[in-house]
């Protein structure tokens, strides 16, 4: 048989392990098992991972006494931190509203003023350059 044969039924073979009973196996499965000791190998591994796996269902495991309470701890903090930035939010959402109320018309103005005082700066700065004035800088 060529060695890519007897790979591929080693992973046909390997397939079957989660069944390891040896009841439950196909006679091409026993039959690939008695002459491929890779597979024996990989089987009894298998094997001794099942029994340790079953071994731990029999074990009585408990959290240590301080995991629960820090846990707990941790959850109230996370929700104080979140109550607080929605808090935060919520009045940084106040402020910017009532400022662009309050103070919305005012920008408009504040705007045309500043514009009109950089137009007329221009305009001065244009008049003194043509009749030779010298501004101080």
């Known amino acids: 048989m060529s060695e890519k044969a007897e790979v591929m039924e080693c992973a046909h073979a390997r397939e079957h392990f989660p069944a390891f009973d040896q009841k439950e196996f196909s006679p091409q499965v026993l039959a690939h098992l008695e002459r491929c000791e890779d597979c024996r190998t990989q089987l009894a591994e ?5 029994a340790g796996l079953a071994s731990l269902a029999d074990i009585d495991l408990q959290p240590p006494s301080w995991l629960l309470g820090t846990i707990t701890e941790r959850v109230a903090e996370a929700a104080r931190r979140r109550a607080v930035i929605e808090e935060t939010r919520k009045q940084l959402g106040r402020a910017t509203t009532v400022t662009t109320r309050q103070f919305g ?3 408009v103005a504040a705007g045309s003023a ?8 221009a305009v001065l700065f244009g008049r003194s350059k043509r009749h030779g004035v010298k501004v101080a800088a």
């Open 105 to 107: 018309e005012h920008r």
């Open 114 to 121: 500043l514009g009109l005082a950089v137009l007329a700066g």
């Open 46 to 50: 298998y094997r001794v991972l099942q």
